[in-house]
Nanobody
Framework: QVQLVESGGGLVQAGGSLRLSCAAS????????MGWYRQAPGKQRELVAT???????NYADSVKGRFTISRDNANNTINLQMNSLTPQDTGVYLC???????????????WGQGTQVTVSS
């Protein structure tokens, strides 16, 4: 089993910053891409940012220049630094990881429980 645990969400005023973290643990052989998605009320889940095992990031157009994703392969963690937040960034932020199982050596797609980010105007 693989667990993803997010932290760092909260309430912030527009223009402020937050830093999210996600730690993967469990029966892990290796982790390929990791990333953050978000879901606002009444909207579909959308990609925010992903990062490959080699550290290559990919961002949604809406967050480019404001958000930075980083990764620590030694600790199986990723972080998302979010600056210049707007009310449109409000939502539940979910961590995602493509994990190769230690025993099975099959790749699974795992999600965290999510952390709430609320940006007030």
């Amino acid at each position: 089993q693989v667990q993803l645990v997010e932290s760092g969400g909260g309430l912030v005023q527009a223009g402020g910053s937050l830093r999210l973290s996600c730690a993967a643990s469990g029966s892990i052989f290796s982790i390929n891409a990791m990333g953050w998605y978000r879901q606002a009320p009444g909207k579909q889940r959308e990609l925010v940012a992903t990062i490959t095992s080699g550290g290559i990031p990919n961002y949604a157009d809406s967050v480019k220049g404001r958000f930075t994703i980083s990764r620590d392969n030694a600790n199986n963690t990723i972080n998302l630094q979010m600056n210049s937040l707007t009310p449109q960034d409000t939502g539940v932020y979910l961590c995602n990881a493509k994990v190769v199982g230690l025993i099975t050596r099959y790749m699974g797609n795992y999600w965290g429980q999510g952390t709430q980010v609320t940006v007030s105007s």
